[in-house]
């Protein structure tokens, strides 16, 4: 439902949730890339853990609010 555009109140906040929950996986790789751009810091460690989660609900919110496709019927 999220894709056509027509979901509930309900199924968008717990899409946004699950985005964030999600947020572990995308941690990892944002820490990673932090870790050998920037090196290795406190401060560091706790910017791309933040970044991972502000990853996914960027997509999450993308999802939610990109336009509906438009379905051709055959």
Same mark, same amino acid.
């Given at each position: *439902?999220?894709?056509?555009?027509? $979901? #509930?109140a309900p $199924? ?5 949730? =699950? &985005?964030? $929950?999600?947020?572990?996986?995308? !941690?990892?790789?944002? !820490?990673?890339?932090?870790? &050998? ?6 401060l560091?460690?706790?910017? *791309? ?8 609900? $960027?997509?999450?919110? =993308?999802?939610?609010?990109? #336009? ?7």
């Amino acid at each position: *439902m999220l894709s056509r555009g027509r $979901a #509930p109140a309900p $199924a968008l906040g717990l899409a946004r949730a =699950y &985005a964030l $929950a999600l947020g572990a996986g995308t !941690q990892v790789v944002t !820490q990673g890339f932090g870790e &050998a751009v920037f090196g290795t810091g406190v401060l560091t460690t706790d910017l *791309m853990l933040g970044a991972g989660w502000v990853v996914n609900l $960027a997509v999450a919110e =993308y999802v939610i609010r990109r #336009p509906a496709t438009k379905v051709v019927s055959r």
